[in-house]
């Protein structure tokens, strides 16, 4: 079998995608498949750039076309029987209005999703989201979850003069904010992955919040991060998927996260829900894990049984059975 991934241009800020299957690729070449990486010709979109990537990626077509996410637009002059187009999630359309909103939802939904004839998506919640918008799509579309991504690793966990708590930043949705509210009083640390706004940074240091940040972190600095930390804390309020979840029960943190769809369904039962909108009710999640060793094994033991099931290789062999069907239908 030979498949092409076609990929967006490589930038070192957004490379959660290209981590992905990157991983799910070195997995199918251990499997015999004969795969192949092509890019988006430019970093920006344009109306140059929308025309020569469909070109490029024409001339480049295989047995198996997968478009792995983001350049929804690139599937114009794909193979309609043999191409598959993963999309992660579809909330950047409400993020926009106006002509905008409407180019955004034609080009990159609307035309992919009319023209191709299979559709994959991470989670039953992305999938929920395109069927809202375009019913007539339900039955070209196939769930596959993303993999864990980095790397899993039997370690001993060290023993902390205090918890260490890991949360994330980069955007509103993370939720972030309401993570250093619950903490305030709390004697932890907290590892903060991501940018932080001005508005973050006051509130940390008017809480005299003990924290330590980085901006964009590499690999090796997430695993060490995650390494250290006993509690990993995501009560985003929106998510695709939510890898930093499966992360998580891999690096052996507790995990507590959002009662809300994709999270609770990534999560299993390795994970404390809650509602990311009640400070309250993380506050009490934190304490809870910090002062209950019993729940604290429990939360481990749990997300070691459930991080299982996203290995990279489960993941890859969902792919390659969809190829095969794909294949078995030419």
Aim: proline share 5%; net charge positive.
């Amino acid at each position: 079998m030979k498949v092409t991934f076609f990929q967006r241009f490589p930038n070192p800020k957004f490379l959660s995608i290209a981590k992905l299957f990157s991983i799910l690729n070195a997995e199918m070449i251990n499997r015999g498949i004969d795969t192949k990486n092509i890019y988006e010709v430019d970093p920006n979109f344009s109306f140059l750039g929308f025309i020569r990537t469909n070109l490029f990626f024409s001339k480049n077509q295989n047995e198996i076309n997968h478009i792995t996410g983001a350049i929804h637009w690139s599937v114009f002059l794909l193979k309609r029987k043999n191409t598959v187009l993963t999309i992660h999630d579809a909330g950047n359309i409400s993020e926009l209005s106006g002509i905008k909103q409407y180019l955004f939802k034609l080009l990159w939904f609307y035309l992919p999703l009319k023209k191709l004839k299979y559709i994959t998506v991470i989670s039953e919640k992305s999938k929920k989201e395109l069927v809202e918008l375009f019913p007539w799509a339900e039955n070209k579309i196939t769930v596959i979850p993303n993999c864990l991504t980095i790397p899993y690793q039997d370690f001993v966990k060290p023993v902390n003069s205090k918890p260490v708590i890991l949360a994330y930043g980069f955007y509103p949705k993370k939720n972030l904010y309401r993570v250093l509210q619950a903490i305030v009083g709390i004697d932890v640390k907290i590892i903060i992955i991501g940018s932080l706004s001005s508005e973050v940074m006051k509130f940390l240091q008017e809480n005299d919040i003990d924290y330590i940040n980085y901006e964009i972190a590499t690999e090796d600095e997430l695993i060490d991060a995650y390494k250290i930390s006993d509690i990993l804390c995501f009560p985003s309020l929106y998510e695709g998927f939510g890898l930093p979840i499966l992360e998580g029960q891999a690096m052996k943190c507790c995990v507590i996260t959002s009662d809300m769809s994709p999270m609770k369904e990534v999560a299993g039962d390795g994970a404390i829900l809650v509602n990311p909108n009640s400070t309250e009710e993380i506050r009490k999640a934190i304490n809870d894990i910090i002062s209950d060793q019993e729940l604290r094994n429990k939360l481990l033991k749990l997300g070691h049984q459930n991080v299982i099931k996203y290995f990279p290789e489960i993941i890859a062999e969902k792919y390659i059975n969809y190829y095969k069907m794909i294949l078995d239908k030419k």
